[in-house]
Structures are given as C-alpha cells and as structure tokens.
C-alpha cells in the first residue's frame, strides 16, 4: 500500500481509510516496517490523489468482485445479535411489568451487547495489528450468547426450581467463552518481542478479560446464592466493578487510542501513544485496587472505611488514565472543528462520559453514597458505553456496503451537521440531573 496509506503519517481520504483499514499498522507492530512514502507524499489531500492501482486486499475474491469481503465482515452476526439483545434492554427499561427487575437490561446490556462485541471487535484487532491467525468465534458465539440467554432466563423466574442452576450454567459459559478468546490474547502476547508495537494494547486486552472472568465468577456466586448476607452488598459493587471498568472500560480505553483517530480521520499523535502505553498498566492497576477496596466492604466498620477510600484512590486513578487518552481526542476535534466526522465526535463524547462517570463514581465509593452508584453506573452505560458502540457501528455498518454504495455514502454522511452529536449529549445531561438530584 505504501507509506501514502499509513494512517501514522501524511493524510488519507476517508475511502482510503475504509478500503485500507488497519494492514499498514499491523505491517508496522510485527515488525516489518512499510516503504518509507516519497516527499510528494507529503503534500495536502487534494494534491495527491488515490493512486488507481490500490485496492483492498481480499482472500475471498477480487477487489472489486461482488464475493470480496469488505472490512470488519467478520463482526456481521455478533453486531445483529448485539442489535437484539439492545433491543430487548431497552424493552425491558420501558416496561416496568415485564419480570426481571432493574436488573434485567443491565445483564440484556453487559451480557447480550458489551460483552460478544467486545470480544469480537479484540480479536479482530489481534489478527489485524499482529497478523495471528484468526480465532474460530463459532464455539466462543455460542457459549457467549447461550450464556447471555440463560442468565436472563434465569433472573426472570427467580422463584422457579431451575433459576439458580439456569444462571450457574449461563455465566460458566459466558466465562467459557471469554476464557476461549483470553488464552487467544495470552498465546499471542507470547508469542511477540516485549517492546513489539501496540503491545501495550495486546497486555490491556488480555488483562481486561481476566478481569471478566474475576467479575462472572463473583455475579455466579451472587445468582446461586452463596454469598453471605453481610458480604452480598460488597460483591455485588465489586462484581460491578470487575465487569464495567476492569473489563469494558479498560477495553475500550485501549481500543479507542488507535480508533479513536481513525473514526476522525487523523494522524495518531505520537505522544498519544506514548501516554497510553504508560498510562494503561495504571488504569488496570487502579481497578485492581479498586475491586479488591469494595470486597473489603463486608469487614467491620473501620476496616470497611479504609477499604472504601483505598477503593476510591483506584477509581481516581483510571479517571486520570481516562483523562490522558481523551486529551488527544479533543484536540483533534477542535482542530478539525466543523469539519469533524460524526464518528468521531460521538466516539470522543464517550469517552468524556465515561471519564465524568469514573470521577462521579470515585466520589460516591469515597463519601459512601451508595444509593447514587446505580444512577453513575447507569450514565457509564449509556453514555459512555452505549454511545461508543453507536460510533463504532456507524462506522463499521458502512463498510458492510459494496464498494461503490460507500462511495454515494461517504458524501451524505459527512454533510451531516454536528448538531445530530450534541442531541443525544443534552439529554444524557438531563438523565444525568434527573438522576443525580
């Protein structure tokens, strides 16, 4: 593809970007560096067409070929399931008579969406920058989204004979397949050099679904019910913890440093990077300390108390990290100002909610406010999470057109005015107020 098509440097047009898509930085973290890209490279877009002779790669056909798979083809069924299950949340946030409780689109949201996107989107990731060979998702789907099915199965008949032994199978095969797809990140990390390229973000994923595997185990124990009544408050915060932050904040932090640039069509800032690579192995660090503050909320008062605060310290400490990855986000925003994609912009808004989130929810672990942890989980959700996986399936869903329909797409989509992003902001801010009060 040549140095013209990197997105580290020079610029590429939005085709460029969607056709290429990530094949240059994996050349670039295994090790194998691409052609250094002449000075006429150098110039303004406008000033260097897309050569002709580039087109995607493809092993199912010819570029232009109605059988070439376009990129992120292989997240298609895990996005229209996620689609489903998002769904049925919001089904069942609307409609207080429908059994299940509040809970209910919590689990339809972590279990049905977060959790099988995730997984998908890291593994994606993994084959694209490190070029390892492609994890087979037919038995990792399954185990996730039967999982998924039968907790909610499970937590909607809570009174029934088999409810407990429902969510006791469901999260063993939700944790199965997360199990599946973290031995794929270990095998890989080993099998790099230390200082590879993007390794920082290999060590991040691994470490997030660990972190899952911690949170599924504590939930499983809560659902069969063998946690005692004086430590059920204190799993059940860090069971939250250990799937929310450990395991999809720490995903998406990772994830949106070289996405997050790509989605606004810039150079990643090369102090970015640097700041990632540095800041993340704090931010896992942080929710460590964090979990393990709110567990100690089942010992006597005073032990409780410290236990709290040292929760709160590690709560700070990935809003700081969260702060650091947002900051060239938003200068790229700025500097792109009007001309911004929408993408982008939705995507760099949830990262600032989910930052506001951590912060909010440091403050209420710190003063025990507890009856508030729900609204500031419930802002992290929607307004970090849920954003970020419109942003991303915005982006991803133009990809699945054929070629030629993305090249009509592209100019509507960016005539949209930025106003359409700052919709949904004002009324997060409202829920936010609402909640809050």
């Not at 232009?64 to 998002?86: C, E, K, W, Y």
């Not at 994890?135 to 029934?160: E, T």
């Not at 869903?397 to 700052?422: I, S």
């Amino acid at each position: 593809m040549r140095g013209r098509l990197t997105l580290l440097r020079g610029c590429a047009t939005r085709e460029a970007i969607a056709e290429v898509d990530l094949l240059p930085l994996a050349r670039t973290a295994t090790g194998h560096q691409p052609r250094r890209s002449r000075a006429r490279d150098h110039q303004p877009c406008r000033a260097r067409p897309l050569p002709a002779t580039v087109q995607p790669v493809s092993p199912t056909g010819p570029p232009n070929s109605s059988s070439a798979r376009t990129p992120f083809q292989t997240v298609r069924a895990d996005a229209a399931v996620a689609l489903a299950f998002g769904v049925a949340a919001i089904v069942w946030a609307t409609i207080d008579t429908l059994p299940g409780g509040r809970w209910m689109p919590v689990h339809l949201f972590t279990l049905g969406v977060l959790t099988p996107l995730i997984v998908a989107f890291s593994q994606r990731q993994l084959h694209t920058l490190f070029r390892t060979p492609p994890l087979r998702m037919a038995l990792v789907r399954a185990l996730l989204w039967s999982g998924a099915g039968l907790v909610v199965a499970g937590m909607a008949q809570p009174g029934a004979g088999w409810a407990r032994a429902a969510i006791a199978i469901g999260a063993t095969a939700s944790a199965a397949g997360v199990a599946r797809a973290t031995w794929a990140l270990h095998r890989t990390r080993r099998r790099q050099r230390d200082d590879v390229r993007f390794g920082w973000m290999l060590r991040s994923y691994e470490r997030a679904h660990l972190a899952f595997l911690l949170g599924a185990g504590l939930g499983a124990a809560l659902g069969m019910g063998l946690v005692p009544g004086g430590w059920y408050v204190a799993f059940r915060h860090a069971h939250l913890h250990a799937l929310v932050v450990g395991f999809a904040a720490v995903t998406l932090l990772a994830t949106v440093v070289l996405f997050g640039p790509m989605l606004l069509r810039a150079q990643i800032a090369p102090d970015g990077e640097v700041a990632a690579a540095r800041w993340l192995p704090r931010i896992v660090l942080g929710t460590g300390v964090a979990v393990l503050g709110l567990l100690g909320q089942g010992l006597p008062a005073q032990a409780a108390v410290a236990a709290r605060w040292l929760a709160a310290v590690g709560l700070l400490v990935v809003a700081a990290g969260a702060v650091t990855i947002l900051r060239p986000l938003l200068a790229i925003v700025r500097r792109k100002g009007q001309d911004a994609p929408l993408t982008g912009v939705l995507l760099t808004a949830a990262i600032g909610w989910l930052t506001l989130a951590l912060v909010a929810d440091a403050v209420v672990v710190a003063t025990g406010s507890w009856r508030l942890l729900d609204a500031v989980g419930l802002l992290a959700l929607l307004g970090g999470f849920a954003q970020a996986i419109t942003a991303t399936l915005l982006h991803v869903a133009t990809m699945w057109l054929p070629r030629q329909r993305r090249l009509r797409l592209y100019p509507r989509l960016d005539a949209v005015p930025l106003w359409v992003a700052a919709a949904p902001q004002v009324l997060l801010v409202w829920l936010a107020l609402r909640l809050l009060s």
